[in-house]
């Protein structure tokens, strides 16, 4: 059983579309993070949910619209998509406190063309 | 602001080396700490954590990290390093806000 599962892993889109990547939990988790990577491998918190409600949102373009239908579920829609938006994004999920650790999903690769 | 360095972009061993990967936090408060690794292609596996008692901690692989607090450092050892080894490593802080913090990551490569 995956325990972060991300969908799809591959992602390639043109400019202006809009997509959306799905993120599912099934440990039980109470909070849920969106990171990007970039080309150069910097990981980058996006966005994070406790219990569906929006607890981080680091200065990302509003084209980006985060949404959890419940605990288990985190999914990410992006708008008019930009070539620079090309990365992976993970999607991750931890307990309340952070000493239990995060546990990321296999990634999704967008690209932009 | 909270970072995270790792000075090391990118270390070169051989099989059978040992390994040191070196990481340092900013800010005053002791942070959970972490060390992640990610295979080419892959997502990200964690393979040790610290948050308080014993500042050595094993992890997985035969990974092992030492906190040090006085220098503000959570460095990386492995005795001898296997090929399978080759990936980039993520040393990574939390604080009670649940963000978790990634340094630029470490490359290593490893050669027969």
């Known amino acids: 059983d995956t325990a972060v599962s991300q969908t799809p892993k591959y992602l390639v889109t043109q400019m202006g579309n809009d997509k959306s990547i799905k993120c599912e939990q099934n440990?039980?988790?109470?909070?849920m993070y969106w990171y990007k990577q970039d080309s150069k491998k910097f990981l980058k918190i996006m966005f994070s949910?406790?219990?569906?409600?929006?607890?981080i949102n680091e200065t990302v373009p509003n084209r980006f619209s985060p949404k959890s239908p419940d605990k288990a579920h985190l999914n990410l829609h992006i708008n008019s998509l930009e070539l620079g938006d090309s990365a992976v994004y993970f999607c991750?999920?931890?307990?309340?406190?952070?000493?239990?650790?995060?546990?990321f999903g296999s990634g999704t690769r967008l690209t932009v063309v | 602001a909270q970072s995270v360095t790792q000075p090391d972009i990118h270390i070169t061993v051989s099989e059978g080396a040992s390994l040191e990967l070196r990481c340092n936090y900013s800010?005053?408060?002791?942070?959970?700490l972490f060390w992640y690794v990610q295979s080419p292609g892959q997502g990200l596996q964690l393979l040790l954590k610290?948050?308080?008692?014993?500042?050595l901690v094993q992890g997985i692989k035969g990974f092992e990290a030492e906190f040090k607090r006085s220098q503000s450092s959570f460095n990386l050892r492995k005795p001898s390093v296997h090929w399978s080894d080759a990936a980039e490593y993520f040393c990574?802080?939390?604080?009670?806000?649940?963000?978790?913090?990634f340094g630029t990551g470490t490359r290593l490569q490893v050669f027969p």
């Open positions: 440990l039980g988790h109470d909070t």
């Open positions: 800010y005053g408060a002791t942070p959970y």
């Open positions: 610290y948050f308080s008692g014993d500042t």
């Open positions: 949910y406790n219990n569906k409600e929006l607890i």
């Open positions: 991750a999920s931890s307990r309340a406190t952070p000493n239990y650790g995060y546990t």
């Open positions: 990574a802080v939390a604080y009670n806000t649940d963000k978790l913090i």
